[in-house]
């Protein structure tokens, strides 16, 4: 690039790299082994909003492993699906680690549409699940995107079982489940009912929430939505209660979410790293708040794949 050429990479761009799952776990699995080694800058993400039931947060990170640095500014709006328009925008921006300067700006959405699946495969990686049967509540991006990943990393998951509240739209996602048995559930308890694998995707709280009892015994659990599906018991009696930072976690803990749950027993990098061997037995939860090292890490890998290639993104001048 040239001294004050800016790469801006927008959702087409993104999309022709053709990213693997395989790519993509792998890249975000190198960035918590990076976190376990001290190499990672995280600070808690602020939060700001314009209207209720929103946020808008930033999340800036350096990776000293493949001395990456950048932010992430991001917004969920809930009203977005009354207006026709997608729940997350956001615009990811890196920048020279030498200088400072600005050097790509990057469609955000996208960046988290593929991040947070992808730290769900790092810790379907690293726990070891049954793979009878995947449930999964809430069939958006989110859902079908865990749906993907899943089956990347587990080939193996003999059954699908999924819930929507809208119709139509679980079948739609299970067209995904190649000929593995598949099953649209008819309410989220029944999703989750002797799952191996139980993941939530929601946007809007659910009431009542799930406790988690009826899942197997030693089910892994993946609240993608923080605690809006699944209730504070489930996390209360969970044989081992894993974030994705202790950091990101004790700056909303009691003040914004996660009243009354108990204390973390470990957190994703530990496990990675092999610090932390996670037991076969009981019901595991892995609560991955979604950290702005995977922003950054997951744009690092899409500018690197990019380089030397005028054929993607568009180049302007700046600054």
């Known amino acids: 690039m040239t001294s004050n050429e800016f790469l801006v990479l927008n959702r087409a761009s ?14 975000i699995e190198d960035a ?17 909003t314009s209207r209720d039931d929103a946020f808008i947060h930033a999340m800036p990170a350096y990776l000293g492993g493949i001395d990456a640095i950048g932010i992430k500014w991001v917004a969920g709006y809930e009203q ?3 207006k026709g328009l997608p729940y997350i925008h956001g615009a990811v921006l890196m920048n020279d680690p030498d200088t400072g300067r600005p050097i790509a700006l990057l469609d955000g959405g996208w960046i988290t549409e593929m991040r947070t699946p992808a730290v769900s495969g790092v810790t379907l990686r690293h726990v070891p699940v049954k793979t009878g049967r995947l449930a ?7 859902g079908r995107r865990h749906l993907e990943v899943a089956l990347s990393e587990h080939p193996d998951i003999e059954e699908v079982v999924m819930y929507d509240y809208v119709d139509g739209v679980a079948e739609r996602a299970l067209e995904a489940a190649g000929d593995r048995r598949t099953r649209v559930a008819r ?9 191996d694998i139980a993941i ?7 009431e009542p929430k799930l406790d988690c009892r009826n899942t197997d015994a030693d089910a892994l659990l993946l609240p ?25 976690y004790s700056s909303v803990a009691g003040r ?14 530990e496990v990675v790293s092999g610090e932390y061997a996670v037991p076969a037995q009981g019901r595991r939860m892995f609560l991955n708040m979604g950290l702005a090292l995977d922003d950054i890490a997951l744009s690092a890998l899409v500018l690197e794949r990019v380089a030397g290639r005028a054929d993607v993104g568009q180049r302007i001048s700046f600054p």
């Not at 999964?136 to 989110?142: E, R």
């Not at 939530?200 to 659910?206: E, G, Q, S």
């Open 32 to 48: 918590f082994s990076q976190k376990a080694q001290g190499l990672v800058q995280n600070p808690p993400k602020p939060k700001v």
């Open 187 to 195: 309410s989220p308890q029944d999703c989750v009912e002797g799952a």
């Open 224 to 248: 993608v939505d923080y605690d809006d599906a699944m209730a504070t018991a489930a996390f209360q009696e969970a044989a081992v209660f894993s974030v994705d930072d202790l950091g990101q």
């Open 80 to 82: 977005n699906h009354g």
């Open 136 to 142: 999964i509540v809430g069939c958006g991006v989110q």
């Open 14 to 27: 993104l999309e022709s790299l053709a990213l693997s799952w395989p790519d993509i776990v792998d890249c």
């Open 256 to 269: 914004k979410y996660f009243f009354d749950f108990p204390d973390p027993t470990t957190h994703l990098a």
């Open 200 to 206: 939530t995707t929601i946007t809007v709280p659910l």
